[in-house]
């Protein structure tokens, strides 16, 4: 059995192929940065627009790839949101018509909980329960994994999402985008105690996230240092704001960890690419005495291979679906405390 899973939701065009021991056959990511860069961040009308113009070639290019026709796909498994509603919509459409013309199944699948995936297709043993931070340009959310599919959202961003705090001050300083690349290799040499960000408390016990403060905070020192893409102190300022967007991140998960108890901690999402985080989120788990999972670094930001792999595995558990042509997208968050039980197992 094989499955094409299909990623739109943000600005990759991706199609990955796998089979039904969930060995990765092909994965196949086409990024819009250099279109966007121009801007400083993603337009949504103009990623919709080229994913629209790039993804047959994708898909092609994933089969090729694979040795596998299109003939001998048997279920394929689209991103159907949170992310862009416009690119979403395109690549959940191309999935749809392949379904129907194929007579095949179309499963949809969410991007946050594909992220989580991540860290199972590398790791089929982790052990459960597990502790997820869930780290990118869209998306701050911690779960708890009691196991396989059922996860409890922790806590979230109040603000901003900790990605989108540096794409932002990045590109509030003509450093490029995406920003998180940028500032960590530039931070690289820079000396992150030189600059002290003040980390925001909230005012009650929850676990969620607050980013905007720090990039205030941000904002305010580049006013008053006179901070520019040619200061000699650049390095230790993103060192330090890096260093400090980290240390938001991992006393959370630090907290989440103690109140849950889990036999595993998981990293993932565009910003564990980052090698500071990293670093600390082992170190963390280490001191913990808790096992530690961060995908690989392709697997980390957007790819079609973990679409793929929750689509297998919500294949397994999946009841005989209507049709495919009534999956529709949605651009928001869709796991939420409120939910009954505060719980979405499917
Ligand atoms: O998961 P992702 O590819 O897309 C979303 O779902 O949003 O994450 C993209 C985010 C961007 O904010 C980008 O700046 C950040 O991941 N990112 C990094 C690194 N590589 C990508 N942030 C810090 N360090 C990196 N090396
Ligand atoms: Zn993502």
Redesign the pocket.
Known sequence: MHVLGIET??D?TAAAVLDDRRKTLSSVVLTQDAIHALYGGVVPELASRQHLATIGRVVCEALRRAEIPLERIDAYAATQGPGLIGSLLVGLSFAKALAYYFEKPLVGVD?VEA?IEAAFLENPGLPLPAVALVV????TSLFFLKKRLHYRLLGRTRDDAA??A??KIAKFLGLGY????V??RMAESGDPERFVFVLPKMKDASLDFSFSGLKTAALRLIGETDMSDSHPRLPDFLAGFEEAVVRALLDNLHRAAEKCDPASLILC???A??KRLRRRFEELARSTGTAAFIPSPALC??NAAMVAALGLEKLKTAKKTSSPLDLDAYPRFAITKEEPGGERGR
């Open positions: 939701s943000c990759e991007h992220h990118s340009g869209g998306h990605g989108e540096l794409d995406p920003g998180g690349p500032i960590e999402g565009g910003v690419r980052n930001t957007d």
